[in-house]
């Protein structure tokens, strides 16, 4: 997991502090819901485990799960994010 939210700051940013922060705004907001997407749906990590490492209740990981999927088709600059850090992932 560590090795995402490292993938994380270096593609957009984003700290593990800016992850698990209550800031709802964008871009951070997707940023986080892409970060559990690829914790829960790629690499299968419980969701339990995904809500506990972002400081988030264990639904909003279904949430993140169940959005990736409509996201990945409908919002094109969420799946640019999502290939730039499956890249920045494959790299390490």
Request: positive net charge.
């Given at each position: 997991?560590?090795?995402?939210?490292?993938?994380?700051?270096?593609?957009?940013?984003?700290?593990?502090?800016?992850?698990?922060?209550?800031?709802?705004?964008?871009?951070?907001?997707?940023?986080?819901?892409?970060?559990?997407?690829?914790?829960?749906?790629?690499?299968?990590?419980?969701?339990?485990?995904?809500?506990?490492?972002?400081?988030?209740?264990?639904?909003?990981?279904?949430?993140y799960g169940q959005?990736?999927?409509?996201?990945?088709?409908?919002?094109?600059?969420?799946?640019?994010?999502?290939?730039?850090l499956k890249s920045?992932?494959?790299?390490?």
């Amino acid at each position: 997991m560590e090795r995402v939210a490292t993938a994380a700051l270096e593609v957009f940013g984003a700290t593990y502090h800016d992850l698990t922060k209550k800031d709802r705004t964008e871009p951070l907001a997707s940023v986080r819901g892409l970060v559990g997407a690829v914790l829960y749906v790629d690499m299968k990590i419980s969701r339990d485990d995904v809500a506990a490492f972002l400081h988030r209740n264990p639904t909003l990981v279904t949430v993140y799960g169940q959005n990736h999927a409509d996201r990945m088709i409908t919002d094109r600059r969420y799946q640019k994010s999502y290939h730039a850090l499956k890249s920045k992932l494959e790299e390490k």
